[in-house]
């Protein structure tokens, strides 16, 4: 049975880190196509990161330089690092993992929550 359970959400204040990790059992992360979405409270889900089966990352504008997506292959972990947090920030944070048709697995999510 495939599992994704993200942890690491709370409250922090503007400017602080906080450091998501999604552990994933069932699957392998580094295979296709692991990433971190949001959805802020009236919002649409939108994709944050990604992380590709060949190392290649990809990030939203707005988190550049901010957020930094990893993966550990060996404990099947995905990681989010996300630095000088803002209030826009403030969300739910799903992990996802893609490796197929048939093969797209989401996490219930954890809270952000970002104070001025």
């Known amino acids: 049975q495939v599992q994704l359970v993200e942890s690491g959400g709370g409250l922090v204040q503007s400017g602080g880190s906080l450091r998501l990790s999604c552990a994933a059992s069932g699957v392998t992360v580094s295979a296709y196509f692991s990433g971190w979405y949001r959805r802020a409270p009236g919002e649409e889900r939108e994709l944050v990161a990604s992380i590709r089966n060949d190392g290649t990352t990809d990030y939203r504008d707005s988190v550049k330089g901010r957020f930094t997506i990893s993966s550990d292959s060996a404990k099947d972990m995905v990681y989010l690092q996300m630095n000088n947090l803002k209030p826009e920030d403030t969300a739910v944070y799903y992990c996802?993992?893609?490796?197929?048709?048939?093969?797209?697995?989401w996490g219930r999510g954890t809270q952000v929550t970002v104070s001025e």
């Open positions: 996802r993992h893609f490796s197929g048709v048939d093969r797209d697995y």
